[in-house]
């Protein structure tokens, strides 16, 4: 099964969150409380839960305070299955089903949780899957996984065995709980003894009513039966008598070649053991003279080595003084060069100081002008009336003197006079001289009065309309000139140039006052000059404080040459010392090792010495117990007994080759079980004969024989209940025994791919010398590391958390090649040191290109070695 997409609205604290997820391993970061465990909690709800549950868990996921439905939805490819899955609980509860392979379908309520419990059960291990899941806020211990049918199932594969425990796990339940209807599980003892005595019982009435007289002709039939059936089983006894006496002739006859094989075998060992002996003793030989030349030879070696060393060390020791006396002079030279150094700083210092004082003194006055300028542009703002809203306000009057002197116009009478020829009149009592073809014109906006001399007199009286407009253009005028008179200014085109002069002294201004700001910077006018003052008193101070009589450099660029110029100096005197330090050191080291070589030298030699003369000792005291000759005609000897011991082995071996033991035990164990049934069967019929004898001695012809039937029949049916209840009993038991003997031989051969799994795994986390030890139950119990074996309960937090993940990691990969389930791990390797993490991270990446792998964490770098994780960050 693979996850594709998982979708929560409402749940708990998670308003709205889409999860995708990769194939391989996807990394979920986020803080805590976010809400990477819901997660978790919501696609088990979905895969468990119906959306009418009631139960308190399904009802917390609900959002606090609030009465809305909590919906999941998840894709997921699962076996030849793709679908997509979705629940809402608590309000507006529904299930939704949408199936899109292999078939599209897609289903609601009931049926769509029926249909996904079924895809899922028949596709994926529910057991593994929970298995495989390591929550929050829990110990991750071994895994248990023996309960898995699927990885059972990979297992069996991966041994190459027919059938799986876990296929066989519904056989063994009912074969033991068949073996526990007959016997104790505990103890193994029988439970039939009620059944033998309802048997005694019957028995009992039988033997009652065949001592009616009614069972005279029953009892005589069998009687007679039983009589002919003995002399058959008498009969038969002698040739099957005759068959078991061949039969267990053959038998001792293989019995006695496979003695005389084991015996034979007994005495190969031994003859090897004796031949052992005198070669190990011929080798030891062997060995001691060859070590006791190569001692002589190394010990010549080591007297070179020590008269070479003696020399040496006389070398060694007056370089070493030599390079103690330059040591010194350079520490005395350095001294005053550093003396030097720091005068020539100090003056350095000091002539920065000044620079910098003469700027600070620069940006003093700078600051000062600036000051200057800024008052000049107020004074220029302050001599300005006009301000954008009186101009705004000029504007609108000046527009609706137009507006008004407009309308005023278009309503006045045109008055027009034409002149013929040249002529006077008057207007309005004023006289107009009004030359030939040319026109006059008048607006009259009141009564207007019109006369030519000697002729005629007219009067003009336009309408009311056009006195009122009139009225209007006179106090839009009036507006006009109180405008004017705010602003300062005779006209418009004055104000706007005064509107014009005021944006440029605020803009200049603005300028000024942002050059001020960035030339003092954080400082103030006070703290400059406070600062400009304490810079001039320390230039003074340093003058008359100065320790050397030289002349200061002539400027900053001079002194900067003389430090220059003592630091390198240091720095020569820096490098030659370091150079006489490491000649010394070098010296100091050489003579060292030179006195040390002499000394394990000679020390080597005293002990090869020791060593040469022990194991010469040793040498001639063997060879007075035993010469070599001697030795090695016995070796001879003991190599000639070993082949012939090995000789009649292999003639016994031989023999028993030809013999087929297991048909021969097979027919001896046939013959006795043959002469055992006739026994028994004749034991039987003897018993029986006497029982009829007895019933026929007492028997009475009065009238009993439905009593008699119904009593033998009841005793017979009962009979053959009890035999075959005991056959089943036996066969039970034998059942019973093999399964369980089966089962055991299973679960070790499971462990076999399990453990190489969890160990490839550990070496890439632990080292190459990682193994470790399962349990029946596919636990685990120990591990071993550098030779060490450790149980798992003695092994840390950490490394009991590490290896619970890599069994999980080893199972899912297992199982991938049907199918799989993904492997998610909340919260983990909070325990783990950095480099552990990085083997880890490894490990994880490793099963990731086999299983999915889902990671969630609230710290990020604890991850951050798995490489080719797909980060999710919420």
């Known amino acids: 099964m693979k996850l594709l997409r998982l979708s929560l609205e409402n749940w708990r604290g998670v308003v709205v969150r889409n999860i995708d997820f990769s194939d391989g391993v996807t990394l979920i970061e986020g803080p805590n409380e976010i809400g990477k465990s819901t997660l978790i909690e919501a696609l088990r709800t979905l895969f468990a839960e119906l959306d009418s549950s009631n139960k308190k868990s399904v009802k917390a996921i609900q959002p606090v305070g ?39 379908a897609q289903l609601t309520g009931r049926e769509a949780h029926e249909r996904a419990e079924l895809m899922l059960a028949s596709t994926i291990d529910m057991s593994l899957w929970n298995a495989l899941l390591v929550e929050q806020g829990k110990e991750i211990r071994g895994a248990g996984l023996s309960e898995s049918a699927g990885l059972a199932r990979a297992l069996d594969e991966a041994v190459g065995s027919a059938a799986s425990e876990q296929d066989d796990a519904g056989v063994f339940e009912r074969v033991q709980a068949e073996y526990e209807q007959y016997f104790s599980l505990k103890t193994g003892k029988p439970r039939l003894a009620k059944l033998d005595n309802e048997v005694e019982v019957l028995e009992s009435a039988v033997d009652q009513a065949k001592t009616a007289l009614t069972e005279v002709i029953t009892d005589t039939a069998d009687h007679e039966r039983c009589i002919a059936e003995i002399q058959r089983l008498e009969s038969a006894g002698p040739e099957l008598q005759g068959a ?115 700027r600070e003194e620069q940006r003093q006055q700078q600051c000062l002008a600036l000051s200057e300028q800024m008052a000049a542009e107020r004074a220029v703002l302050n001599g300005i009336s006009v301000n954008a809203e009186r101009l705004d306000v000029l504007q609108e009057a000046e527009r609706q003197l137009q507006l008004a002197r407009g309308q005023r116009d278009l309503a006045a009478t045109l008055v027009e006079v034409s002149a013929l020829k040249d002529f006077t009149l008057e207007i309005d009592g004023e006289p107009l001289d009004v030359r030939s073809g040319a026109l006059e014109t008048r607006h009259a906006l009141a009564a207007l009065s019109i006369t030519i001399p ?42 706007f140039a005064a509107d014009a002069r005021r944006l440029q002294a605020s803009h200049t201004l603005g300028t000024l006052s942002d050059r001020r700001k960035a030339l003092l910077g954080d400082d103030d006018e006070a703290e400059l000059e406070a600062r400009v003052a304490q810079k001039r008193a320390n230039c003074a101070q340093y003058v008359n404080e100065r320790e050397t009589e030289e002349a200061l450099p002539g400027d900053l660029s001079q002194a900067r040459l003389h430090v220059k110029r003592h630091d390198q100096k240091m720095r020569e005197i820096e490098q030659a010392l370091e150079l006489a330090q490491s000649d010394h050191e ?114 009475q012809a009065d009238g009993r024989q439905e009593r008699l039937d119904e009593a033998q029949r009841k005793l ?64 685990l119990s120990s591990c071993t590391r550098n030779g060490r074996t450790i149980p798992f309960e003695a092994l840390s937090v950490g490394a009991k958390e590490q290896l619970g993940i890599l069994t999980r990691l080893a199972a899912a990969k297992i199982v991938s090649r ?56 919420l």
Not at 271 to 300: F, H, P, Y
Not at 310 to 335: I, P, V, Y
């Open 818 to 873: 049907h199918g799989g389930v993904p492997v998610i791990i909340d919260d983990a390797l909070g325990f783990s040191d950095p480099s552990r993490l990085e083997t880890m991270g490894a490990a994880l990446a490793y099963c990731g290109a086999h299983s999915q792998i889902i990671l969630l964490t609230c710290t990020p770098g604890r991850f951050s070695y798995v490489g080719n994780a797909e980060r999710v960050r």
């Open 716 to 779: 017979i049916e009962l009979k053959r209940s009890v035999a075959a209840e005991k056959r089943r009993a036996a066969a039970a038991k034998r059942l019973w025994e093999c399964i369980n003997q089966h089962r055991d031989a299973t679960r070790k051969a499971y462990l076999r791919p399990l453990k190489e799994g969890i160990e490839m795994l550990g070496r890439i986390v632990f080292g190459a010398d990682f193994e470790i030890a399962l349990a029946d139950d596919w636990s």
């Open 586 to 699: 070098a010296a100091r080291a050489d003579f060292e090792q030179v006195h040390a070589d002499q000394r394990v030298a000679s020390q080597a030699v005293e002990g090869l010495e020791a060593d040469l003369q022990r194991r010469r000792a040793e040498l001639s005291a063997s060879e007075l117990a035993e010469s070599s000759e001697s030795l090695r005609s016995r070796l001879q000897a003991r190599a000639r007994e070993k082949e012939a011991v090995e000789a009649k082995l292999r003639s016994l071996e031989k023999q028993l080759a030809e013999c087929s033991v297991e048909s021969v035990e097979a027919l001896l164990l046939n013959a006795r079980a043959s002469c055992d049934r006739l026994q028994n069967e004749l034991l039987e019929q003897v018993k029986r004969r006497a029982i009829l004898d007895d019933r026929l001695e007492k028997a």
């Open 454 to 495: 000697g002729l005629a007199r007219l009067r003009i009286v336009p309408s009311q309309t056009s006195a009122e407009l009139e009225e209007k253009f006179l106090e839009a005028r009036a507006n006009v000139t109180t405008a004017l008179k705010r602003c300062g200014v005779d006209t418009l085109a004055e104000a």
């Open 66 to 104: 609030e009465d809305v439905g909590s919906r999941v939805e998840a894709e997921v490819v699962t076996g030849q299955y793709h679908f997509v899955y979705a629940k809402t609980y608590n309000r507006k509860a529904q299930t939704t089903l949408r199936i899109l392979k292999p078939e599209p």
């Open 244 to 358: 078991l006496a061949k039969r267990q002739a053959e038998w001792e006859a293989v019995s006695s070649i496979e003695q005389q094989g084991k015996a034979a075998r007994a005495d190969l060992a031994t003859a090897q053991q004796l031949w052992e002996v005198v070669r190990d003793e011929e080798l030891r030989r062997m060995r001691a003279t060859e070590q006791c030349d190569q001692d002589l030879g190394a010990l010549e070696n080591k007297r070179r080595e020590v008269t070479i060393f003696s020399s040496r060390l006389e070398q060694t020791r007056a370089r070493n003084e030599a390079a103690d006396l330059r040591l010194r002079e350079l520490k005395g030279q350095l001294k005053e060069a550093r003396s030097r150094l720091a005068i020539a700083r100090a003056d350095e210092r000091y002539l920065d100081q000044l620079a910098e004082l003469e």
